[in-house]
């Protein structure tokens, strides 16, 4: 065996032996907390005036608790985080959390939200992240009020896990749409990728102004791979639209490197890692129908009440941009345990948790 092989055979044991554990012993980490957008969105765009909703049928097929609003037939990749982070219970979104759990964490996410505010308004509401923050800056007063003390509060924050996962509708549902934004009139695809960065890292930095100390960076999938995208922009015979993936690429390199500038200007006591899917995407190809979606679609959603495949896991796209739960879950668990150095850097999930 290999030195290779056999750092990855001890990597999985240690992954089933997290796994193991969890099913006895209380979270690893106190709370979790969720900014994103469609890809984590738990059901805060239902109450919403908006086109991007997944509150029917066929959405939540293979959900536990059925339609919730969750783009995806099963779990959304924070679920999966969530569970393997040690939460038996699955992180309820801010527009319906409770008093009785909002110390477990909230989720924010919402369907057709970006880093830049602009973003997605075409389909109607939606939550920025900049207003995903001032959501956040509630639940912090409503914690606090709860625990009764401030100095606990603070203390009690900065042992949870927050979860980012926002930036894909910044160029699917904005540069990428110059019939409606103006933005790639304005910016190169290469100063795009370092003024949304930019955004970014001031959203992050207030993050962490709030009390985050543990903080998971998503960068993007291969964007251009999307059913959506391939039937609007067409591929000139290649599996995906190449110049996408190449804005794609420029973006996750500065956010690769937003996440060591943070580390560096908080190495007293901030933790980020950026997760790398792209790096993942070999391990979606075993997926025998990568870039067809599995369900009926209409304006890249899927038809309300109708039947999707029935063979989900053979499918990565449920609808034309959104995963499967077989998907999220290849994602989810290389990003909690890395089977490659280019997964996550600088830490994978288990290791941040335990940080």
Not at 41 to 65: H, M, R, W
Not at 228 to 254: M, R, S, Y
Not at 325 to 341: G, M, P, Q
Request: charged share 15%; aromatic share 10%; net charge negative.
């Amino acid at each position: 065996m290999t030195r290779d092989q056999l750092s990855l055979f001890f990597r999985i044991l240690i992954f089933v032996g997290l796994l193991h554990s969890q099913a006895s012993c209380k979270p690893q980490v106190p709370c979790y907390f969720i900014f994103g957008d469609s890809l984590v969105d738990s059901g805060n765009n239902n109450g919403l005036k908006t086109a991007v909703k997944a509150n029917f049928p066929p959405y939540g097929i293979d959900f536990p608790e059925g339609v919730t609003g969750r783009f995806t037939n099963g779990r959304n990749v924070a679920d999966i985080i969530g569970q393997y982070l040690g939460f038996v219970n699955f992180i309820p979104p801010y527009a319906t959390v409770t008093d009785q759990v909002i110390s477990t964490g909230v989720n924010y996410g919402s369907g057709a939200a970006g880093i830049r505010e602009e973003s997605g308004n075409f389909v109607g509401d939606r939550i920025s992240l900049d207003r995903q923050l001032l959501n956040h800056v509630t639940t912090i007063s409503r914690i606090s009020a709860l625990q009764r003390n401030k100095t606990f509060t603070n203390e009690y924050l900065m042992k949870c896990i927050y979860l980012a996962d926002i930036g894909s509708n910044d160029y699917v549902s904005n540069y990428f749409i110059p019939s409606i934004y103006n933005t790639s009139s304005i910016y190169t695809v290469e100063e795009y990728a370092v003024v949304l960065a930019e955004q970014y890292y001031e959203q992050l930095t207030k993050l962490y102004n709030l009390g985050a100390r543990k903080v998971i960076v998503f960068g993007l999938g291969q964007l251009g791979c999307m059913p959506g995208e391939i039937a609007l922009h067409g591929t000139n015979g290649k599996p995906c639209v190449e110049w996408i993936n190449d804005a794609v690429k420029l973006f996750n390199d500065q956010l690769k490197h937003l996440v060591e500038k943070l580390n560096k200007e908080h190495n007293c006591d901030g933790k980020f890692t950026f997760i790398n899917i792209t790096s993942m995407s070999a391990a979606q190809e075993d997926i025998p129908n990568p870039n067809v979606p599995c369900c009926q679609v209409t304006n890249g959603q899927c038809v309300p009440n109708s039947i999707p495949c029935p063979d989900r896991d053979l499918y990565m796209y449920y609808d034309s941009f959104h995963p499967t739960e077989v998907a999220n879950t290849i994602i989810a668990k290389r990003s909690y345990i890395a089977l490659s150095t280019m997964d996550a850097s600088p830490y994978d999930i288990s290791h941040l948790a335990r940080l």
